[in-house]
């Protein structure tokens, strides 16, 4: 269990070296342990001894192998460096031992500049490139990322065999099961097949597993307003970080996704971001809610605007909207993604503009008229996605629209899916697989390079992981589908 302190949520930050080397003695901090993301999006670390943590590590770095870690160097080019963050530092509730973690950013030791395939430098460049344009200081993110936590996963592929098998003690499928040799007898209480929004317990299993996370999450400086049961049954939830600017946000995002693992593994149980773990039902998303704001005034506001939103606010929505199958490269990464943009499961196929309407890709929240609260949601967008990457994306879309003043479309205010079928065919959908994004991103990606943000380097090795590890991967083994389709030909 982790226990926090009354007020724990109003983490202040240290600002330096020295705030960091204090807060080492004020918790009696024994490991200092250092993170840096990948390009596919996962947390990767090492630990450093006291003796190690000096001022000149902040302005420095310490050197670790590039080569080893995905997307990042060849083995003859592989020496790197890490520069810790002070900012980012927080003591790890996870840890048995004092352990203080501290977010790094990547540079090359030759040329001491930012690595270029550095993720979080990507997203800090796209901050950069915001203010250069005049067009707004800050842009604001608040994702809300989806997620699942079973009882159990097992998985399996060579050159004989293939299968997945994933269960929870929430599952529909485990309302007939003989639950004795787990404690008792079946209790009941599981939420049925796209039924699981809301249900308080005994419905709902993992209230305290969630507020756990919640503990953990406000205990390292990380705002949260809501967390409930998701859709899905077996363990479907959502948890809800307040907005904030956007690499500090993609920060956030590794710090939830380690809590949300951490916490379930403390209980027995597995989380996963994975989009699409469970066939017919809801899959794990990530709406992206966005705004521009210039010297603390929300520029997306207009009292007279449709939905209340700014021409700027309309522009940036059409280019999230023109963009929107290179985005999804980046937003919708894998090829389980797209096991999730399909029709029928809330899920927003269908590139449209509308206020409230959860079943258009750019939706305008409406729960208040207050300025500040009017941003976009763009609901493409899934968990698996590397944040800073997605992130910064999405924003240099936007850009794009309000550079150009991209015209949106006409707002559609119906239900998309129950318009008829020459109406729907009018509107353009999402792509229908990774292969299809990755074409799209093959042929729209000037306006990613802009203020050098994504470079030409960092484009080619995201398109060369994403087609020669996971789809070419997944197009050279068969199927467990294929044996029931076709074993019998």
Known sequence: MVHVEAGAYRVQRPQGANDVIEMISRHNIQIVDLRFTDLPGLWQHFSITLPEIHTD?????????????RGFQEIHESDMLLKPDPATAFVDPMCGIPTLAVICDVVDPILKQPYPRDPRFVAKKAETYLKQTGIANTCYFGPELEFFIFDSVRFEQNQHCGYYFVDSAEGEWNSGRDEGAFGGGNLGYKPRYKEGYFPVPPHDTLQDIRSEIVLALQQAGVQIEVHHHEVATAGQNEIDMKFAPLTRMADNVMLYKYFCKNVARRHGKVATFMPKPLFADNASGMHCHQSLWKDER?????????ALTSESCRWYIG???????????????????????VPGYEAPVNLAMSQRNRSAAARIPMYSDSPNAKR??????????NAYLAFAAMLMAGLDGVQNRIDPGDPLDKNIYDLPPEEAKAITQVPGSLEESLRALEQDHEFLKKGGVFTDDLLHMWLEYKWKKEVDAIRLRPHPWEFYLYFDV
């Open 298 to 306: 929300n520029l997306f506001f207009d009292p007279a605007g449709y």
């Open 376 to 385: 976009v949601e763009f609901r493409c967008p899934d968990p698996s996605a």
């Open 319 to 341: 280019g999230l909207l023109k963009h929107a199958h290179a985005l999804m490269a980046f937003c919708a990464p894998t090829t389980n993604s797209y096991k999730r943009l």
């Open 57 to 69: 590590l902040f302005n420095e770095g310490i050197g670790f192998d590039g080569s080893s870690i």
